[in-house]
């Protein structure tokens, strides 16, 4: 049996780079997107924004292969945040990508 050890060849995440930010409809949830995302990236991948565990799926897989869509808990608006992947057995994010919160829009006044 080959035990899974250190020599395992990690995915590479050097080309991961933020693709969108944006409020989902709910304003209390919020959507990153990365392009980018290798291919061969398991489960065993975290995705935290601040203290907040985002979920993470491929979407769309066929028209982009290397985007994947995280959410989860809306940081602050205007905040600097940093977005960071983490694989189970590394102590250290493989990578962080900062980003600036967006400002919500003002609501539009019904008539």
């Known amino acids: 049996t080959v035990e899974q050890g250190n020599d395992v060849p990690l995915p590479d995440f050097s080309q991961v780079r933020l693709h969108a930010v944006t409020f989902l409809e709910d304003p209390e949830y919020f959507q990153v997107s990365l392009d980018g995302w290798p291919q061969d990236a398991g489960k065993d991948v975290a995705v935290r924004v601040g203290e907040q565990v985002y979920t993470c799926e491929r979407l769309f897989p066929d028209q982009y292969p290397f ?5 989860g808990a809306s940081p602050p608006e205007g905040s600097h945040q940093v977005l960071d992947v983490f694989l189970e057995h590394v102590a250290d994010p493989v990578v962080q990508v900062p980003f600036q919160v967006p400002y919500l829009p003002e609501p539009t006044p019904t008539k």
């Open 67 to 71: 985007r994947v869509y995280c959410w």
